[in-house]
């Protein structure tokens, strides 16, 4: 990762959750999301979701019990 997308990244990560859902909106608005996307890159997209996913799901079973 470029020092640049990290210091994007760490910016983005300082935003409210109010603003970093108008900064995702914008970007989708803007910028073909597909048009660069290798199959290994929307395969790793998607792992990471499912992970993120599974961490959400074992974090909210935690707290029901």
Do not use: G, K, W
Request: proline share 3%; aromatic share 4%.
């Amino acid at each position: 990762m470029t020092h640049a997308v990290a210091q994007i990244l760490s910016e983005v990560q300082r935003l409210s959750l109010p603003a970093r859902v108008e900064l995702r909106r914008a970007i989708v608005e803007r910028i073909p999301m597909s048009d660069d996307l290798t199959e290994e890159d929307f395969a790793a997209l998607t792992a990471n979701m499912f992970r993120r996913l599974d961490e959400e799901e074992d974090t909210l079973a935690s707290v029901d019990s």
